[in-house]
């Protein structure tokens, strides 16, 4: 369990409160925008990916830790969910990843007694400690003692009879889907539910999974508009309890930036998940960000739009635009 050593219960809860509404600063050249480069819901959209770039800093961090542990607690193996095959690449995953964190990133640092600590911006004093990468790598779960270093959600995937299939996850702020319906399950059924994907990527997709090589990872993104800025959306009533209630009528723009990293030893590949919600007034800020959001909504199917669970968000999303266009 890591140990929360530099946080009062006071600043906990303010930074949780800053996480929600600045999860990103979207003037920040970059801040990622994608339907402002691609209007398109269904594309690859894949960017290369420099080794010491594979995960994102994240000054809001205890927000998202205290995340994991409540739909943890609460979710069990909806959160975390792990085949007997993937181990190997679990522990590949954690000592890759504690590796990249101490050299890359200068809020973490090896600690006494072999631990991983990481400091706020401020610096003064260690805000997390966990178990580092050797206690990790013992343990049952390695995937999950991983995924508490860094905000991301961590995915592993493995070769099987019908393709690359997710054999491990650490999964607690999906965006409308349910681990319990994808673990074991091949990428063909997994983005099943992605209107156009298996006429417009499918192929495509599984070719890319082949060729990915260790030493050439890529990043990509995703977005949404959502009426909660809660970090777990299962496509249900089961909101973590560990995010604040929504604005009655509040809309906020959710993205996602993911990645995917072959390991070079057991040849799995990890697909990693930054969730980053904004209040959607925070995109006035942005020039030509409302109007490019506009018009990716504007060009989406019924279909896409269901998808993206934006349907029932039409009319309120409509009106914003009316009154800021």
Known sequence: MPSLSGVSSGDSQQAARDARRFAQDLRSPGAVLPFVREPAIVHMGLNRLAPQDWIQPCAHLPHYLHNKLAARRRLGERVFAQLPESLPAQRELATLLGKHLSRDHSAYHCAAGGQLCWRDHSGAVDALCWPGADTVYASGEPLWGASLWVADDLCILLPGARGYELVAASLAAPSYWRLEEKIGRPLEV????????????????????????????????????????????????????????????????????????????????????????????????????????????????????????????????????????
């Open 190 to 325: 997994i983005h099943k539910p992605v209107p156009g994907f298996q006429r417009d990527l499918g192929t495509q997709v599984a070719r890319f999974f082949d060729h990915l090589r260790p030493e050439y990872s890529v990043w990509r993104s995703n977005w949404s508009v959502v009426d909660s800025p809660a970090l777990l959306q299962r496509g249900s009533d089961e909101a973590s309890s560990a995010d604040l209630s929504s604005e009655e009528g509040a809309l906020y723009l959710r993205i996602e930036r993911q990645s995917l990293r072959r390991l070079p030893e057991t040849g799995a590949v990890v697909f990693s998940i930054r969730v980053m919600t904004n209040p959607l007034s925070d995109l006035l800020a942005v020039p030509g960000g409302l109007s490019a959001l506009h018009d990716a909504v504007e060009a989406m199917s019924p279909e896409e739009s269901r998808y993206k669970s934006l349907a029932p968000l039409r009319a309120p999303l409509q009106a914003f635009f009316r009154a800021h266009l």
